[in-house]
């Protein structure tokens, strides 16, 4: 897009690197001290370890119950991202695709959700748990994440959907494919860009919340990661040094998750995801 | 004909699924709650009807002295973060728009703080801010500017924006690459004739195609605007539900957490009471809502 010349390019990229230091950094810093002992972290807190040791990792995954809680955001990670690929790419297929009476209708309804911080109707929906007993219930928070979820997911794929050509679809459709049938083994697999950026956007949502655990989990052994490791800032404040480990467990998959995914995923969202 | 009409509209059942769990888990709850704001009740027994008392006692009783002053910090909370998160972000964006070797690199690495937990960089950021021997304040003794080494957590002037830094640097890759594809899409003949008029690449950059990003700006201003007024995640981290200090980064999420969960230092509680919060908080986003669903629709190829 520019043509700049070589200073201005070195003073471009400076400001980039700076910036991405500034990004780095913190995280790098939480990182290293994961490897580090309590006395180390305080008498050289931003430098490398002396000597790296596991020791920390296994502590806090046997002793500190983080087998549990990672455990625990897997499960509700996986099965929440699958149920919400499911739901919304097909409602996404149905309004991109088919017409019928009352369609803008359901579909500015959906919408709707995608600026309705579900967050504030949190007491009807902790309610409506209850009733369901499904408090303390990873099952139930995964039902609580695929339902307010589905309008940003879909949101994108409607988009998305709109950018495949109709044609493959048509000759299938004169082959006698049924709507089930022509949206999976047609338009899924051409839809892999978009749900990798679904994909992610939703891992990172759902491993990372707080509030929802925070609001519907209270048995020690539901707890999810960020749950975790908000009661474990009390218990084990001066255990710094299985505070980092525990902060690293956290934080090590998402980022791994991220940067696998994160080509198309960033492709996703600049080739206007999102406008 | 009935059931041929039936059968044509089959393909609606893959609709079904997403439509019943939004209606009960997002739809639903939002009407049940702005019900619930009319009663008074502690969550367990009968309810009672109380009519407007909720909200009088929100907007001119005992609960006024918590809920304007939480009002003005979400409103300072989107003031702060719109002017920390755009305008860096423009000038990143247009950074990686020159297309220098590692754009990509760049990219990644300016979306990883968006992939930590709010909890995490909630306590990381406490870490660094720490008065005695957090980095920033090492860091500003060390180049001779002790007097800005202030406990900027803990004081009551500096906690909000601090938190508001926070949560800005977090967030930043999101509104990097959103304005990174709003400049992709510009037309490349708009810089091209820029520079046969001669103007400089930085006169192209603000003058001709910053007017070209304003929708963009627009949808990202109006996010913001909705994050900005159901934040709670990162004030509850870095200053618990109390919000401290002396309730200086109170929100409307840490005071409706405090009156319909509990949590320590609530002043009153009672799930009507949060329910009438919440009605008064999604009244102040409900229109930014439609602002943004009225954006987003407007735009070339958008729309069922």
Do not use: C
Request: aromatic fraction near 14%; proline fraction near 5%; charge should be positive.
């Amino acid at each position: 897009m520019f043509r700049l010349n070589r200073a201005q390019a070195v003073l471009v990229m400076a400001v980039l690197v700076l910036w991405a230091l500034m990004n780095l950094f913190p995280i790098l810093v939480m990182l290293v001290s994961g490897f580090k002992s309590t006395v180390e972290i305080f008498t050289n807190p931003f430098g490398l370890p002396a000597k790296w040791t596991m020791i920390n990792y296994v502590t806090a995954w046997n002793k500190a119950n983080f087998a549990l809680y990672f455990r625990n955001s897997v499960l509700v990670s996986a099965f929440s991202i699958a149920g919400i690929v499911l739901v919304s790419s097909m409602a996404a297929y149905i309004l991109a695709r088919y017409e019928f009476p009352g369609k803008r209708a359901v579909y500015l309804y959906i919408l709707a959700g995608l600026v309705l911080p579900a967050r504030l109707a949190v007491i009807p929906i902790f309610l409506l748990m209850r009733d369901l007993r499904l408090i303390n219930s990873l099952a139930g928070l995964i039902v609580v994440y695929v339902a307010t979820n589905i309008s940003f997911s879909a949101f994108l794929l409607i988009n998305f959907f709109r950018s495949i050509p109709m044609d493959l679809e048509d000759s299938a459709r004169i082959d006698g494919a049924g709507s089930f049938r022509i949206y999976r083994q047609i338009n899924l697999p051409l839809l892999r860009p978009a749900l990798a950026t679904v994909t992610i956007f939703n891992f990172i949502n759902v491993w990372n919340d707080f509030f929802f655990p925070l609001i519907f989990l209270n048995a020690k052994d539901k707890r999810t990661i960020p749950l975790g490791i908000q009661t474990f800032f009390g218990e084990f404040a001066i255990q710094w040094d299985l505070l980092f480990a525990g902060l690293n467990i956290a934080i090590i998959p998402v980022i791994i998750f991220f940067l696998m995914l994160s080509r198309q995923f960033i492709a996703g969202l600049t080739e206007g995801a999102i406008r | 004909m009935a059931h041929r009409t039936l059968r044509s509209y089959g393909f609606l059942l893959m609709l079904v699924p997403a439509l019943i769990l939004y209606t009960a888990f997002v739809a639903y709850p939002f009407l049940s709650s702005l019900i619930l704001s009319f009663y008074d009740w502690p969550g367990i027994g009968p309810k009672k009807w109380v009519g407007l008392a909720n909200y009088a006692n929100v907007l001119g009783g005992v609960m006024s002295k918590e809920f304007y002053p939480a009002f003005a910090h979400n409103i300072l909370f989107f003031a702060v973060s719109w002017l920390e998160s755009i305008i860096p972000s423009l000038i990143l964006a247009f950074g990686l728009a020159a297309g220098l070797r590692g754009t990509n690199a760049f990219k990644a690495i300016f979306f990883i703080p968006n992939t930590l937990s709010i909890v995490i960089v909630g306590f990381l950021w406490g870490l660094l801010l720490n008065p005695q021997w957090g980095i920033i304040n090492q860091t500003l003794k060390a180049v001779g500017l002790a007097s800005l080494a202030l406990p900027w957590l803990g004081n009551m002037n500096t906690a909000l924006v601090t938190i508001v830094t926070v949560n800005s640097w977090r967030g930043m890759g999101f509104y990097i690459l959103v304005l990174l594809a709003g400049i992709v899409g510009i037309s490349r003949e708009i810089p091209e004739a820029g520079r046969i008029d001669g103007a400089s690449e930085a006169q192209i950059a603000t003058r001709l195609m910053l007017p070209q990003l304003l929708p963009h700006i627009a949808t990202l201003t109006l996010l913001k605007a909705i994050w900005s007024f159901s934040v709670f995640d990162i004030v509850f981290a870095m200053e618990g539900s109390q919000a401290g200090p002396a309730g200086a980064t109170d929100i409307l999420g840490t005071l409706f957490y405090r009156i319909a969960f509990g949590g320590l230092g609530a002043s009153q509680i009672g799930m009507g009471l949060g329910a009438s919060i919440v009605t008064l908080t999604f009244l102040i986003v409900f229109p930014v809502s439609i602002l943004y669903v009225v954006v987003v629709e407007r735009k070339p190829g958008k729309g069922a």
